[in-house]
């Protein structure tokens, strides 16, 4: 794939003359797929910056938004879709459902991989959901950097964090098929590199992760965490969990009659990715929806890391993670 056919997030040729000033003041360094920088702690490609720039600037909150958090590969789609029909519950008839018919990135766009990155000033109008008034938007940014955005308004924000061996060996598998490039050990390595040196698209992963972490522990409310193997683990409680914490929980009634696990099987990787819109279709950034579902298994990065990889990421993170109550 040639730099002009990466996806717009990944390029550098969208940056206002203001941000290249800002640029030019901070660390910058690069991967495989090509320049970042260093802002408020966290590394972005430059368009992305730009996006999280004109986000900050730009972004108008109401008290009712929902904000779905997460680091790349860590259950983004699941959490968006598992969030949708929540919201979307006892308002459509099961076949009509907006899960059938668009994928849950098309329905829950990104601030900055989406919506501020085609404009620093996009038309937010249609992205409530479709029957309740409320909007849900999703992003990477760690959470001081969404807070700015934010300005104080008392949105609900939802953090999904993975295993950040399983989340690698996801992304190295996504980047492969969205670049068609062969997938190759080097490749592996060069992103197991990027992971240890913290430099990585959203990188430091520790310092995303403990943003979110300790906003959770200082307010509750407002900040959930969630870890995807606790979700697979015991699907049902995180569910209910995340309904409580959204101001939606189920009813008796609605427990009765399995509201619960019906909403878990519409969400199911099976359900979602055997859907004719998620083996056909593409984002706005002309990525393959197909390529968003794969396993969705914990502990698969045993069948691709050596050991010696495994308990370097192991100890890496574990240190970097000391004296802060979380673990991964
Ligand atoms: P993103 O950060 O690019 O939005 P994200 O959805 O967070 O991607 O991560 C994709 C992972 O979630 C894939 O994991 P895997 O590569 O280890 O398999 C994908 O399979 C998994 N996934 C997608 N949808 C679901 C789902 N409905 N339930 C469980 N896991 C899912």
Redesign the pocket.
């Known amino acids: 794939m040639a730099d002009n056919e990466l996806p717009m997030n990944l390029r550098e040729d969208n940056v206002s003359e203001e941000t290249k000033k800002l640029i030019s003041s901070l660390p910058k360094d690069k991967d495989c797929r090509g320049k970042l920088c260093k802002y408020q702690g966290c590394w972005y490609y430059y368009n992305t910056l730009q996006a999280v720039i004109s986000f900050q600037n730009n972004f108008q909150p109401q008290d009712t938004d929902i904000i779905l958090a997460?680091?790349?590969?860590?259950?983004?789609?699941?959490?968006?879709?598992l969030t949708v029909a929540l919201l979307e519950r006892s308002k459509h008839d099961p076949m009509n459902h907006p899960l059938l018919s668009d994928n849950p990135?098309g329905i829950v766009p990104f601030l900055e991989n989406n919506l501020y990155l085609k404009s620093s000033t996009p038309d937010l109008t249609k992205y409530s959901s479709s029957s309740s008034s409320r909007r849900v938007f999703?992003t990477?940014m760690p959470l001081h950097t969404l807070k700015e955005g934010l300005k104080g308004s008392p949105c609900k924000i939802v953090f999904?964090c993975?295993n950040a061996k399983?989340?690698l060996?996801?992304?190295w598998?996504?980047r492969c098929k969205y670049q068609k490039l062969e997938m190759t050990r080097g490749i592996l390595e060069s992103m197991f590199e990027s992971l240890c040196s913290g430099v990585s698209f959203y990188g430091p992963i520790w310092d995303h992760v403990l943003s979110y972490w300790r906003g959770s522990l200082e307010d509750p409310s407002h900040v959930l965490f969630m870890k995807?193997e606790e979700?697979?683990e015991e699907p049902c409680v995180h569910l209910k969990r995340l309904a409580e914490f959204l101001g939606c929980p189920f009813t008796e009634e609605e427990e009765e009659s399995r509201a619960v696990n019906k909403i878990l099987q519409l969400?199911?990787?099976r359900?979602?990715?055997d859907l004719e819109i998620n083996r056909t279709g593409k984002t706005s950034n002309g990525v393959d929806y197909k390529f968003?579902?794969?396993?969705?298994?914990v502990g698969?990065s045993k069948n691709h890391l050596t050991p010696e990889m495994e308990s370097k990421i192991d100890m890496i993170i574990e240190e970097k993670l000391k004296g802060s109550g979380l673990s991964l």
């Open positions: 997460s680091s790349p590969k860590s259950g983004t789609t699941w959490l968006k879709a990135h999703a990477h999904m993975r399983d989340a060996i996801s992304l598998y996504f995807y979700m697979k969400c199911s990787l359900s979602l990715s968003y579902f794969r396993k969705g298994e698969d």
